[in-house]
């Protein structure tokens, strides 16, 4: 089933959307558009309402880039960087936390001296205080936690006095709201021909200035984590709920804040997509990022897929889901409802950014794809423009071949005043 805007007039209606104008009182300024490949970050300016966007600017930073997070007065970007292939696999020796400055029309420049990692980093994000910048790692699970000190450059790594329970294969580390606790996402691994299914689970620490103490560990499902892949978690603005979503089942959950906690098991459940993780010919299609909109009406994630088959000698898409999925949140409960799916025309989205006056989205393909029928699909970003009700509309795609790289991450943000 393939959602469309035609679809769901109905479902918007039972969800009770507010009916405030989303945007009447959001001034317009200036926004950047970032963009990670590889080592390169680049940016350009992004008119929201339109999708036009300026020149592009670059800085090459240590080694590739796996993820970056804004400090919360706009000043720096925080990133992560690693030369270690993608996956499970380890391995690797360049591994990076770098402060960026975010200065003129949102260009970028180094500020201080990167910090040495012990692996790779595979997600990154900065608590509310911008006080601390939280690290994850993947193989093995890990994290770290660094002070960022009062000039915005990164300092010492925090020593933690206790023994965490880091789970399999850790992919984001989240400040929880509130700022008490920390959620460490462990995806787990699929089973193998050469060994078992790895459980997944999500970790939660309480948090005092910058010590970690181990406080939950949770596994939906009732099988010690088996059958559950959690990838990504964002939360809702103003409501206490956390939005999981969950890679290996190509879910959506949604779990109850308690205090500074989560719920054991979530209150509602949620198919992302029509199309099984893996499929009898071998094409797969994976859920990606989460994010909820600024106004707490909507919530958006991505589908995606880029596995490839041969044909002809040439090897070619083998099919799958690329899509963004559009939940329409409760005004009340929160609960999320699926109310559109929409192609972004480009393969595996695996990042996307929605801007902070909430009038656009931009979400980031990955790779350039062979088609069957000729030719080829180059990575670059699709624009969507958000309407008042949360769904999307198809602006432009601004095409950015990326050849044997990855384009891994991106954001929209503010130009500093």
């Not at 993608?86 to 970028?108: E, P, W």
């Not at 709201?177 to 970790?203: C, F, Q």
Request: charge should be positive; glycine fraction near 12%.
């Amino acid at each position: 089933m393939n959602i469309q805007r035609r679809d769901f007039s109905k479902g918007l209606a039972a969800a009770a959307l507010t009916g405030r104008p989303a945007f009447a009182a959001t001034p317009r300024r200036a926004n950047t558009l970032y963009a990670a490949t590889g080592s390169v970050m680049a940016w350009r300016n992004l008119d929201t309402m339109t999708g036009a966007s300026g020149e592009v600017s670059a800085i090459t930073l240590p080694s590739p880039i796996q993820y970056a997070w804004p400090g919360p007065d706009g000043r720096f970007l925080y990133v992560a960087t690693s030369d270690a292939p993608g996956g499970s696999v380890g391995g690797g020796s360049i591994h990076r936390l770098v402060a960026l400055k975010i200065g003129r029309g949102g260009a970028l420049s180094f500020h201080g001296e990167p910090v040495v990692l012990r692996q790779r980093p595979v997600h990154m994000s900065v608590d509310p205080s911008g006080r601390y910048a939280l690290c994850a790692y993947n193989a093995p699970a890990n994290l770290s936690v660094h002070m960022i000190r009062p000039d915005g450059a990164v300092g010492e790594m925090m020593v933690q006095g206790e023994t965490l329970d880091l789970g399999i294969y850790a992919h984001q580390i989240r400040m929880m709201p509130g700022g008490r606790s920390v959620v460490l996402v462990t995806r787990g691994n699929d089973a193998s021909a050469k060994k078992p299914e790895d459980p997944g689970a999500l970790k939660v620490f309480d948090f005092n200035r910058g010590h970690l103490r181990n406080a939950q560990s949770i596994a939906v499902g009732g099988r010690g984590g088996l059958g559950y892949g959690p990838r990504h978690v964002d939360f809702h603005p103003h409501l206490p709920l956390a939005y999981v979503a969950v890679v290996r089942q190509n879910q959506l959950h949604t779990h109850r804040i308690l205090g500074a906690h989560l719920a054991p098991e979530p209150e509602r459940i949620l198919s992302t997509t029509d199309q099984p993780p893996q499929d009898a010919k071998g094409a797969t299609t994976l859920v990606g990022a989460t994010h909820v909109h600024p106004r707490g009406h909507a919530l958006y994630v991505s589908n995606r897929a880029s596995s490839t088959v041969e044909v002809d000698g040439r090897k070619v898409f083998a099919g799958g889901d690329n899509s963004i999925a559009v939940f329409a949140l409760h005004p009340r409960t929160g609960l999320p409802t699926l109310v559109q799916r929409i192609d972004p025309r480009g393969f595996h989205i695996r990042s996307f950014a929605i801007s902070p006056d909430g009038r656009m989205l931009a979400a980031a393909s990955m790779v350039d794809m062979p088609l069957r029928e000729g030719g080829m699909t180059p990575a670059g970003f699709s624009l969507f423009r958000i309407l008042p009700d949360g769904t999307l509309v198809f602006l432009r795609k601004i095409d950015t071949p990326v050849g044997q790289e990855a384009q891994f991450w991106t954001a929209i943000l503010p130009v500093p005043a």
